[in-house]
């Protein structure tokens, strides 16, 4: 059986190489496909060389664009490779648009699709990921979720009990395999930081990052926070592009994006971690790190009912005193179930024996 794998962008290679090594293990033919999405050395590089993941099989070179010159570019440049390579299954990973403009060329060709990270929702149509979840589980025929409101959130939907598969979190299994060895990197020299007595923050999302006003609004909590504790920033592509016309207060360092290694040190022994991302929610409760989300909502929230998050939206007085109080108070480390470094395994068990002929069905209620 041969099995085509998809990553595009930063947040796809720590998900897919834990899936490719339990593909490989499992005897099935894995060809390794980057369409390009992210293309910097600090945004993609990094990860194969952190992660040892082998190179690529092909590189589709996209390129950045517009949600739509993206989407038709991987779709474009997709849709011979998959002719050409006649797949038995097509595993995608995550919700970054070259996730469904893959999904949809791999449906459209008849492979088997699969979707590592399905039935995560936000319910927040103004986010292009989640449109590119709900796109991508709706042509998947193999729906591997990562947490039990994953599961429920598919079921309501009405797909088939039989297409839903509650395997766990890849991320995980990737930090958990890396922890040891990113602990050991000399990262906070040079930073002026010790280990404990900072805070990390990231940055990424349209809605906080591409209004400047939004972003100095942020950056005003920031500040105020930094008064009392250091920050640490390493900055995500798109939000430089806006950072670089604001003030920047005392007390936030701005670093370039971090590799995966150095990241996970900065997470693993941060006093406190502000955010947008998605992975970084996962990893900080796994890591039972403090962490807040300077979001409306999320996608995730079992790392608020059984992790270490809380989203505090987007109000600077909100952010500044729910840090300060995590601070003085901590709070509570927990870790859910099937979390636990083997969701590629099961991943694995799942795919090795998916059947050609079991797909395209309608799901239940639609
Ligand atoms: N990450 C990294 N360097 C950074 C920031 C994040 O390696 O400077 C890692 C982080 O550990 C996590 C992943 O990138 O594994 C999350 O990706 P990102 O925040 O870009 O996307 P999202 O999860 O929001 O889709």
């Known amino acids: 059986m041969r099995v085509l794998c998809v990553a595009a962008a930063r947040p796809n290679f720590m998900k897919v190489k834990p899936v490719v090594d339990a593909l ?20 993609s590089e990094v990860f194969f060389d952190d992660l040892g993941l082998r190179p690529p099989d092909h590189h589709l070179g996209v390129g950045s664009g517009t949600q739509a010159e ?27 648009t070259s996730t469904m403009a893959c999904a949809l060329v791999g449906a459209k060709t008849g492979c088997l699709v699969a979707h590592v990270e399905a039935g995560l929702r936000s319910r927040d149509w103004t ?25 429920e959130n598919l079921r309501s939907e009405g797909y088939r009990v039989d297409q839903i598969h509650l395997v766990g979190n890849v991320m995980v299994d990737t930090l ?18 010790e280990p404990g007595s900072y805070g990390l923050v990231t940055l990424h999302r ?35 592009s806006t950072l670089d016309g604001l003030g920047i207060p005392d007390g936030l360092s701005l670093l370039p994006p971090a590799g995966y290694l150095d990241f996970i040190a900065l997470e693993s022994a941060a006093a406190v971690v502000l955010t947008d991302s998605g ?25 608020v009912t059984e992790g270490t998050n ?55 209620q639609l």
């Open 127 to 151: 986010m292009p990921e989640e449109i590119n979840r709900v796109v991508t589980d709706r042509v998947s025929d193999i729906l591997l979720a990562p947490s039990p409101d994953a599961v």
């Open 24 to 43: 490989e293990a499992a005897g099935l033919e894995t060809v390794l496909v980057h369409t390009g999405q992210h293309y910097d050395a600090d945004m």
């Open 279 to 303: 992975g970084v929610q996962e990893e900080t409760t796994v890591l039972g790190v403090p962490c807040l989300t300077l979001r409306d909502n999320t996608e995730r929230p079992i790392t």
């Open 70 to 96: 993206q989407a038709a570019r991987v779709m474009t440049a997709f849709e011979p490779l998959v002719n050409k390579l006649r797949p038995d299954q097509l595993v995608v990973v995550g919700d970054v």
């Open 310 to 364: 809380q989203v505090v939206g987007r109000n600077p007085d909100s952010i500044v005193s729910t840090t300060f109080k995590v601070l003085e108070e901590g709070v509570v480390k927990r870790r859910p179930a099937l979390w636990d470094g083997r969701a590629g395994e099961r991943i694995g068990e799942v795919l090795a024996r998916a059947e050609p002929g079991a797909h395209r069905r309608p799901t239940e």
């Open 176 to 193: 958990l395999a890396n922890l040891d060895r990113a602990r050991q990197r000399p990262v906070w020299s040079g930073l002026g930081v």
């Open 206 to 240: 349209p809605d906080n990052v591409d209004d400047p006003q939004q972003l100095r609004t942020i950056l005003g909590a920031l500040g105020e926070i930094a008064r009392r504790m250091p920050l640490v920033f390493p900055v995500h592509p798109r939000t430089r």
